[in-house]
């Protein structure tokens, strides 16, 4: 069961073209958002999507992998770990942000 602690399975559609960061340490970022959406029928028999956005980060060679590969509006499944970080904007406020460290990407559909 400890495989089982704090893991993350997504399959969903990219929000957006992926941000890829290649910091001096030679290592590469990619950072994107991706829907999930979950159907279903509320008691007045309407269809109802409701769809939940999700901050995905990617590192290394899945992070190459992406950046060569995966654009907006792509179908794709993913596994990490969620966590969550803090960090100060401009302004000068503290932000709480929580995202999904993936280390597993699987391209789906065309």
Avoid at 5 to 32: H, W
Avoid at 46 to 56: A, C, L, M
Avoid at 58 to 66: F, L, Y
Avoid at 73 to 85: D, F, H, P, Q, V
Wanted: hydrophobic share 30%; with cysteine.
């Amino acid at each position: 069961m400890n495989t089982l602690r704090n893991k993350v399975q997504l399959i969903g559609n990219l929000g957006n073209d992926p941000e890829i960061i290649n910091l001096e340490s030679g290592k590469t970022l990619a950072k994107f958002t991706m829907a999930t959406n979950e159907n279903y029928t509320n008691n007045n028999g309407e269809k109802i999507t409701d769809t939940q956005w999700h901050n995905i980060v990617a590192w290394g060679k899945t992070a190459e992998i992406i950046e060569k590969y995966v654009t907006k509006g792509k179908e794709i499944a993913i596994e990490g770990k969620l966590t969550s970080r803090s960090y100060d904007d401009k302004e000068g406020n503290k932000r709480y942000i929580t995202e999904v460290v993936c280390n597993e990407l699987l391209m789906l559909g065309k």
